[in-house]
C-alpha cells in the first residue's frame, strides 16, 4: 500500500511490505508469494494469520501451505454464493 495511506490514517507502517503492486491478479499473487516465501520461513510462526478477502490473503494461503505451515484467516462471514476473484479466498479456513 501507498505511504501515505498509512500517514494520512495515522497507522503505523507495516513492518514488511511485500512492494507488490498493481498488476493482473495472477502477476500480484505470483510476486506475494515469491516475497513472502522468504519471509514466512524465516520467521516460521506457529500458525500464518491471513486477513481479509484479498488477492494477498490467497497468497498468504498458498505459501503457508506450500511450507507446510498451519493458516487461519479472519475476515466477515460469506456475504456471496457468487465465486468472484474476491470471494475465493473466503473458501479457507476461518478462525
Known amino acids: 500500500m501507498s505511504h501515505s495511506f498509512f500517514q494520512e490514517l495515522g497507522i503505523p507502517q507495516p513492518d514488511i511490505n511485500l512492494e507488490v503492486g498493481s498488476a493482473s491478479a495472477a502477476c500480484q ?35 503457508a501451505s506450500k511450507l507446510g505451515m498451519r493458516g487461519a484467516r479472519l475476515g466477515q462471514p460469506r456475504t456471496s454464493l457468487i465465486p468472484t476473484p474476491i470471494i475465493i479466498p473466503r473458501k479457507l479456513p476461518s478462525v
Open 29 to 63: 499473487v505470483a510476486q506475494a508469494m515469491e516475497r513472502l516465501e522468504p519471509v514466512l520461513v524465516a520467521e516460521w510462526p506457529d500458525i500464518a494469520v491471513l486477513v481479509g478477502d484479498v488477492t494477498s490473503t490467497l497468497a498468504g494461503a498458498l505459501t
